[in-house]
């Protein structure tokens, strides 16, 4: 499986960015999609994940009714809709394929996009 993120930047608090994570070789589906975020000299924080099987999500405390993830079968690919960014976002975004809140859930990695939040 390989995992490709896109769609980081820099943006200006207040604005909105789309990350997509693009899945190769053996599907996703069946399993699931999750979103992690690590800062510089911060732990790796659980951010969001859709279950493709049930579409179930789940998503961490601090990006709660700003984010969304969600997924567009046909492209196997799964998005992570960040509105209303905070300068406490910034952080390098990865996808991995799995389900649930610890990384431990989560089996393949991609290598990560760079989200930068201006204040």
């Known amino acids: 499986v390989q995992l490709v993120e896109s769609g980081g930047g820099l943006v200006e608090a207040g604005g909105y960015l789309r990350l997509s994570c693009a899945a190769s070789g053996r599907t996703v589906s069946g399993y699931g999609t999750g979103w992690f975020r690590q800062a510089p000299g911060k732990e790796r924080e659980f951010v969001a994940s859709?279950?493709?099987?049930?579409?179930?999500?789940l998503y961490g405390d601090s990006v709660k009714g700003r984010f969304t993830i969600s997924r567009d079968n046909a492209k196997n690919t799964v998005y992570l809709q960040m509105n209303s960014l905070k300068p406490e976002d910034t952080a390098v975004y990865y996808c991995a394929r799995g389900y649930g809140l610890g990384s431990s859930a989560y089996d393949y990695w991609g290598q990560g996009t760079q989200v930068t939040v201006s204040s």
């Open positions: 859709l279950s493709w099987s049930s579409g179930r999500t």
